[in-house]
C-alpha cells in the first residue's frame, strides 16, 4: 500500500493539517523534525485511523488525541487517510499497517513457557506511541514454533540441519551482516535452557544477546521484527519512529539502508528523525532511486494554524535546513573555533577516521579548539563544491573552516593552486611520514629499552645498547624503504612501508600490545612520541595549523 494524502483535525498537536501530493513512487517517507514539532502525534493518527479501519476499534483516550476539548472530535474520524492503491472509505485489511515506537527497550529477556502464537497482524501490538514496544522475546519464540514446525514438516525429509538453520535466520543473520561487520547471528541456543539470541563477535563464538550495546540491541530488534513478519506484512505501510535510537551516525545510516532494502516494492515505509546518519543515507538512496525517498519537512511550521505541506525538494538551502535539524545542539553548543576537514574513511572499520583522529590527538594539547574531521578522499575534499564541507560551513557560522590533504605526489604549483582556494597541503607525503620520523623513533627505542636487549652481544653499558638499537631501528626503517622502492613505490613513500617497519621494530624491541597491524601501532605508540618539542611536532605544525590560523 502507499499512501497519497492524510488529513488531520483537532488531533493532538495538529489544529488542521494536510499531507499531501506523496508520489506513489514513495518507497521511504522520512519526517524531519525537531523534538517536539508533532512527528510521533502523526504516526498515532495513521495508527488511529489504522485501528478504526481494520477492525481493531478506535481507542477510547480522548484526551489523548484531542487537542481542543471545546471542538468536534469522533472517535475514528478526525484523521482521514487516502491511498494510492486502495478505495477511500473502504475498511482496510489487518496486515495494511505495521507499527513501532521509539521506546524499544528489551535489554534481556528469559522465556519460562511456550504458547501457542497466532499471526502477528492478528494482534494490536502498538496502542500509542507513547508505548512500549518490546518484541525481542516474542519473535525468539516465534523463531522456536518455526524451528519445531520445521523439523517436523515431511516436507524437510531431505533437508539437513544446517539448510534448516539457514531457512529459519538466514535473512536475519545476512541483514545484520548487512549493518555490522563483526556481529552474526549464530544460533537461538537451547529454548528450554538458557534460550537466548547468540552472536558470533569479534573471537567470541557464542555472545549472549543481553551483553550486546544498546545500539546493537536496537537495530537488532528492527531488523529480526521486520525480518520475521515480512511474510504477514507483504503490501502495507510500516511506521517507525526514530529507529536510530541508541546508535551513532554511521549505524543509522546503514540501518536505514538494510531497512530499505527488505521492505517490499508494494510497501511504503515512514519514519521519523531528527538525526544526521538517517538524513544522509535518505538522501543518498534518493540520489539512487529517483522518486522513492520523500522528505517531509515539520519545522518552523505553526501547527495551531491550518497547515497543508508536501514532500520537500532536496535543494541545497533544504538539505542545509535539515542538517541545521540534525546538528543544533552541536552547531551552538560546541561550536569549535576552527574546524579542519581532512583525508579519511567515515564508514566501516579500515583506517576509520584515522587522520582526524590523528590530528586531533596531536594538536589537542596546544590547540584544544580545534577540531578535526574525515570528509572522504583526496579528490572529494579538493572539490570546491564538497558538500558536508559546505554544509558544516552554514551550520557552524562562527566557525573557521579549512580543509587539509596529503602532499601525495602534487608539484609545487598544484599546491599553489590549492593553497590559493583555501585547501592545505602537508609538506610531507602523508601523516604516516611524520609517525615514523627518525625523531620519533630514537625516542621509541630509548623509552622502551630494557637492559635484557641485547644483553648476549657483549655491549659494556647501557648506552652503548641504546645507540646501537637506535641504528638497528635506523636499519629496520632504511630496510623497509628500500623494499617498497623496490615493489615500484616512491622513496618517500612511508606508507607502502609502514607494515616493514612496525614488524621490524616490534621485533628488535620485542614489543608486547603494542597494536595488531601499523596503523595501530602509529596511532596507539608512535603518535604519543609527536610531542611539542620535538622538531617533528613543530615542522607539522607549522604545515597544518599555523597555516590555518594565519589564513
Not at 187 to 206: E, M, R, Y
Request: with cysteine; charged share 30%; net charge negative.
Amino acid at each position: 500500500m502507499k499512501v497519497a494524502t492524510v488529513k488531520l483535525q483537532n488531533f493532538k498537536r495538529f489544529t488542521n493539517l494536510t499531507i499531501r501530493d506523496i508520489p506513489a513512487s514513495a518507497k521511504l517517507v522520512i519526517i524531519v523534525g525537531p523534538n517536539g514539532s508533532g512527528k510521533s502525534s502523526l504516526f498515532d493518527a495513521f495508527n488511529t485511523w489504522y485501528r478504526s479501519k481494520s477492525g481493531f476499534g478506535a481507542p477510547g483516550d480522548e484526551n489523548y488525541y484531542r487537542k481542543d476539548p471545546t471542538k468536534a472530535y469522533s472517535r475514528g474520524g478526525n484523521v482521514v487517510v487516502q491511498f494510492h492503491d486502495h478505495e477511500d472509505g473502504r475498511q482496510v485489511s489487518k496486515k495494511s499497517m505495521y507499527f513501532r515506537t521509539a521506546y524499544r527497550n528489551d535489554p534481556d529477556f528469559n522465556i519460562s513457557s511456550f504458547g501457542r502464537m497466532g499471526a502477528p497482524h492478528e494482534q494490536l501490538k502498538v496502542s500509542r506511541f507513547i508505548d512500549n514496544d518490546q518484541t525481542v522475546s516474542e519473535n525468539y519464540q516465534r523463531l522456536v514454533h518455526a524451528t519445531m514446525a520445521g523439523v517436523y514438516s515431511e516436507d524437510n525429509d531431505d533437508m539437513s540441519v544446517r539448510a534448516l538453520r539457514e531457512e529459519l535466520i538466514g535473512k536475519v543473520r545476512q541483514s545484520m551482516l548487512n549493518v555490522f561487520d563483526d556481529l552474526v547471528l549464530n544460533n537461538i541456543g537451547d529454548p528450554l535452557g538458557d534460550g537466548s539470541f547468540h552472536f558470533k563477535k569479534g573471537q567470541v563464538a557464542s555472545y549472549h544477546y543481553k551483553n550486546l550495546s544498546g545500539g546493537e540491541k536496537s537495530a537488532f530488534d528492527l531488523l529480526l521484527d521486520l525480518n520475521l513478519k515480512l511474510d504477514h506484512y507483504d503490501d502495507t505501510v510500516f511506521f517507525i519512529d526514530e529507529p536510530e535510537t541508541h546508535m551513532h551516525t554511521g549505524l543509522q545510516g546503514n540501518l536505514i539502508k538494510e531497512m530499505h532494502r527488505i521492505v517490499p516494492e508494494n510497501s511504503q515505509m515512514w519514519i521519523t528523525t531528527h538525526s544526521l546518519g538517517v538524513m544522509r543515507m535518505a538522501k543518498t538512496l534518493s540520489k539512487e532511486e529517483p522518486g522513492s525517498v520523500v522528505f517531509i519537512d515539520f519545522g518552523e511550521i505553526d501547527f495551531d494554524d491550518e497547515a497543508v505541506i508536501g514532500p520537500a525538494s532536496i535543494s541545497g538551502l533544504m538539505w542545509e535546513k535539515f542538517l541545521s535539524v540534525a546538528l543544533d545542539d552541536f552547531s551552538r553548543d560546541l561550536n569549535p573555533e576552527v574546524l579542519v576537514m581532512c583525508e579519511g574513511n567515515i564508514n566501516g572499520r579500515k583506517r576509520k577516521n584515522f587522520d582526524s583522529f590523528l590530528y586531533g590527538k596531536i594538536f589537542s594539547s596546544k590547540y584544544p579548539n580545534v577540531t578535526f574531521v574525515s570528509g572522504g578522499s583526496c579528490t572529494e575534499i579538493e572539490d570546491t563544491d564538497h558538500v558536508g564541507f559546505r554544509l558544516l560551513s552554514e551550520v557552524l557560522k562562527g566557525t573557521k573552516m579549512a580543509r587539509l590533504i596529503d602532499r601525495d605526489d602534487k608539484s609545487d604549483e598544484e599546491v599553489a593552486e590549492l593553497e590559493a582556494e583555501g585547501v592545505f597541503v602537508t609538506s610531507r607525503r602523508h601523516i604516516e611520514a611524520y609517525l615514523f620520523d627518525d625523531e620519533l623513533i630514537e625516542r621509541l627505542v630509548i623509552d622502551k629499552y630494557r637492559p635484557d636487549l641485547l644483553e648476549e652481544e657483549g655491549f659494556d653499558s647501557d648506552e652503548e645498547k641504546r645507540q646501537e638499537l637506535v641504528r638497528r631501528a635506523f636499519e629496520v626503517k632504511r630496510s623497509a624503504m628500500n623494499n617498497s622502492v623496490g615493489r615500484g613505490r616512491p622513496t618517500d613513500d612511508v606508507k607502502a612501508a609502514s607494515g616493514d617497519i612496525y614488524v621490524g621494530l616490534k621485533t628488535l624491541l620485542n614489543l608486547t600490545r603494542c597494536g595488531n597491524n601499523a596503523d595501530m601501532f602509529m596511532r596507539d605508540v608512535m603518535s604519543e612520541y609527536l610531542c611539542e618539542d620535538t622538531n617533528t611536532f613543530k615542522e607539522l605544525d607549522e604545515d597544518v595549523l599555523a597555516k590555518i590560523l594565519n589564513a
